[in-house]
């Protein structure tokens, strides 16, 4: 199993900007995925954004229709690291972010991070 570690959640304002970072534990996975999930209280999990690798030469993003333009997602294939760049930020926005990774083992989670938008 791999461990992820979440960091760069909080409460900020409408309009403004977070950046989400994940990092794997372990560098030399075979990694094809990471994004990331988010879930807000009484709705199901949501697709924001991820980043899939073709054994590492390139990579193909993409995007929840709700954050389009929002959000950028950039990962690092050798680091088995994922970022999230959120900005424009919106009350709807406001989730648990959980960060994800796929590989030939399976799919891992982080514990999740707290984004609140509010005013």
């Known amino acids: 199993q791999v461990h992820l570690v979440e960091s760069g959640g909080g409460l900020v304002q409408p309009g403004e900007s977070l950046r989400l970072s994940c990092a794997a534990s372990s560098s030399s996975l075979r990694v094809v995925t990471m994004g990331w999930f988010r879930q807000a209280p009484g709705k199901e999990r949501e697709l924001v954004a991820h980043?899939?690798?073709?054994?590492?030469?390139?990579?193909?993003?993409g995007y929840g229709d709700s954050v389009k333009g929002r959000f950028t997602i950039s990962g690092d294939y050798a680091k088995n690291t994922v970022n999230l760049q959120m900005d424009n930020l919106k009350p709807e926005d406001t989730a648990v972010y959980y960060c994800y990774i796929d590989s030939p083992e399976g799919r891992d989670w982080g514990q999740g991070t707290q984004v609140t938008v509010t005013s």
């Open positions: 980043v899939t690798w073709n054994f590492g030469n390139s990579n193909y993003r």
